[in-house]
């Protein structure tokens, strides 16, 4: 048997929303596992020659993870990743890891379980639950803790919308360390301002893509993290100073911009990759 699943890379935050919005982007890697042939862990593609290739890999651990909250064992089988999400830049690599793992396991256990209980099994693996979101569900999200656990609704982005990534090639932040620099307590007005731009986000996003630029304005984990970065964070400043609409991409240190009739990106120079990937309509797929 052979289970291919398709993943797509994840933007969380998008400025105000801070652990709950999310936006899915059509750059995505791949993942296949064979129980027919030999067994193994193959990595292509972003982190080759980097990521593990013993079980102590994550796509492997999110499949191990859910056979044991299954109570059953998985095949022996090949498991090979193509990875087009680069590592530690803020896209949701790891929460694509995770989807995956987890999407395949539960095919070939044959689990069938509801999209709500995937949710929150790569949930509690990865943590995040606002780039697992994105990446099971497509388009833009909104995750929730609620008293049944972890859900997600999914919005339809505005049809003109168009994402790019701005990815520094010299530049990485494990999001480990982006959290540790945000502060435990914030002032009411902080709090106050975030909650007006994060519902004026959802405005813009769906409806509004002129009122972007004010709309992906920050002021809770935005201004800590961007430090840490000085390459991102200059040109942060400067897309800012051009009017063109930018956040910070998940923890960073690759940014979101969006660009329009008066906001095009400008040329950012060596040691950067620019990406136009668009907007994922739909999330993990598996053929």
């Known amino acids: 048997m052979e289970i291919t699943v398709s993943v797509p890379a994840t933007s969380a935050n998008l400025g105000p929303g801070f652990d709950a919005l999310a936006l899915a982007l ?15 862990i193959i990595v292509e593609g972003e982190g080759a020659g980097e990521l593990p290739r013993d079980a102590s890999n994550l796509i492997f651990r999110a499949m191990t993870y859910l056979s044991r909250e299954a ?3 998985l095949p022996p089988f090949r498991l090979t990743a193509r990875n087009a999400i680069p590592l530690e830049r803020g896209l949701g690599s790891s929460a694509a890891a995770v989807v995956a793992g987890v999407a395949l396991a539960d095919r070939l256990m044959g689990t069938g379980l509801d999209p709500d209980r995937i949710l929150e099994v790569a949930v509690d693996i ?3 639950p606002d780039n697992v979101a994105g990446c ?15 859900r997600a609704e999914r919005l339809d982005p505005h049809g003109d919308l168009r994402p790019v990534l701005l990815v520094p090639e010299h530049e990485r932040l494990p999001t480990a360390d982006a959290r540790r620099v945000l502060p435990q307590q914030v002032p009411l007005a902080t709090a106050v301002f975030n909650a007006g731009r994060a519902a004026l986000a959802l405005l813009a996003l769906t409806a509004r893509p002129d009122l972007l630029r004010e709309a992906l304005e920050d002021r809770l984990h935005q201004p800590h993290r ?7 964070r200059a040109t942060f400043e400067r ?7 930018v956040c910070v991409s998940g923890a960073g240190p690759a940014l979101l911009a969006f660009e329009g009739p008066a906001a095009e990106v400008p040329e950012l120079g060596p040691g950067w990759r620019v990406l136009r990937p668009g907007v994922a309509s739909d999330g993990a797929r598996i053929s």
């Open 239 to 245: 897309l800012r100073e051009a009017r063109v609409p």
């Open 136 to 150: 099971l569900r497509g388009g833009l999200v909104i995750a929730h803790l609620s008293e049944d656990g972890w």
């Open 26 to 40: 059509d750059l995505r890697s791949e993942v296949t596992v064979d129980t027919e042939a030999e067994p193994a």
């Open 126 to 128: 990865e943590g995040h």
């Open 226 to 232: 961007l430090p840490l970065v000085p390459a991102a």
């Open 71 to 73: 109570g059953g064992t």
